[in-house]
């Protein structure tokens, strides 16, 4: 409690002066931000949008806007790179994505220190859903190699879900005393049970939720409560016991915002998903908010950093080419 005690009070400090210096920028009258983010966050964003544009025109002033762009995380980076999509505000679903942007010069070699809770407004994890009844009694990882049984999870060449999913299928194995050898062997076996790769969460939810492609979907446990509240009592939520600890982190791109004058507005928006407002929104949409929360079952989430040494081993290790996923992928059939 002290700790979350004093993150809000840094927070409220942050948020304040960030505030204080958007009220006092010249021609800052009515701006926009663009927040490039990845799939699933649409609903998260379109409440907590509204509730920030407000709070920022009654204490500055000036009225903002907020563009959103989706799609697969690790994409969503790229596109971002390429300029192809602009950005004043990332809000992705993978460290090494931001990463990405900061090795490119687009985000400053600090950003993770610049926000609360080093830049990690809400965690999450990879949660199973299934059929109504769980007709396949879908437990655990091992029983997604059933025979016959079909796995609906998005590429993880594109989407952080996708890299996630098969993070936590490795740490499933390596956790329990398994071998990287027997992780490898699982993994392998796992996506010869995948009959779908969506680019992103939310085209792999499309398939198994809309299309009924599937018996098992790997997916963000946001993501889960959305797809099942959908379907109206059609598919249900299995939590494994354990899964990867997902952690999507939050950084305004300083090219952009220096070169625009955003700076002071994609600061203020940023501080703001630490506030307790934001965090209340954050929970009840299904993240796990940084304040400690019962509303979520238990489970045994398991950091990156327990398969890899960090994130650019981890990208090193199973997403570069010839990397672990690479390979798999190569020898998957068509």
């Given amino acids: 409690m002290r700790r979350w005690l004093n993150l809000g009070a840094v927070t409220a400090v942050c948020v304040a002066f960030s505030l204080i210096v958007a009220k006092n920028a010249p021609g800052n009258a009515s701006q926009k931000l663009v927040n490039v983010s990845y799939d699933p966050t649409r609903e998260l964003y379109q409440?907590?949008?509204?509730?920030f544009v407000a709070s920022y025109e009654k204490q500055t002033g000036n009225h903002l806007s907020i563009e959103q762009s989706h799609g697969g995380s690790s994409r969503q980076a790229r596109r971002v790179i390429s300029g192809e999509q602009p950005a004043d505000v990332v809000t992705l679903g993978l460290y090494s994505d931001i990463e990405a942007l900061r090795k490119?010069?687009?985000v400053a070699a600090n950003w993770a220190d610049r926000l609360p809770n080093h830049s990690l407004p809400y965690t999450s994890t990879i949660v199973f859903v299934v059929r109504n009844g769980n007709p396949l009694h879908v437990k655990d990882w091992p029983d997604l190699l059933t025979p016959g049984l079909e796995v609906v999870t998005p590429d993880p060449r594109t989407s952080?879900?996708?890299?996630l999913a098969a993070l936590a299928a490795w740490a499933a194995t390596t956790a329990r005393g398994g071998s990287e050898g027997a992780a490898n062997a699982y993994l392998t076996a796992?996506?010869?049970h995948v009959k779908v790769l969506?680019?992103?969460a939310r085209g792999a939810a499309t398939t198994f939720a809309v299309q009924d492609i599937g018996d098992v979907h790997l997916t963000w446990e946001n993501e889960a409560l959305r797809e099942v509240a959908d379907a109206k009592g059609r598919l249900q939520i299995v939590y494994p016991p354990?899964?990867?600890l997902a952690e999507p982190?939050?950084?305004w791109v300083d090219r952009s915002v220096a070169r625009?004058?955003?700076?002071a507005p994609a600061k203020a928006y940023l501080n703001f998903l630490f506030s307790d407002a934001a965090q209340e929104t954050i929970a009840r949409l299904g993240y796990r908010p940084i304040k400690p929360s019962t509303a979520f079952p238990p489970m045994t989430l398991v950091p990156v950093t327990a398969i890899a040494r960090d994130w650019d081993d981890a990208n090193e290790k199973f997403f570069a080419e010839n990397g672990i996923i690479d390979t798999i992928m190569s020898a998957r059939p068509k």
Avoid: F, H, T, W
Wanted: glycine share 18%; no cysteine; charged share 25%.
């Fill in 190 to 192: 796992l996506y010869r």
């Fill in 198 to 200: 969506d680019e992103g």
């Fill in 260 to 263: 625009d004058g955003k700076l």
């Fill in 249 to 251: 982190y939050v950084a």
């Fill in 47 to 51: 409440a907590l949008n509204p509730l």
């Fill in 242 to 244: 354990i899964s990867i």
């Fill in 160 to 163: 952080g879900n996708g890299k």
């Fill in 104 to 106: 490119r010069g687009l």
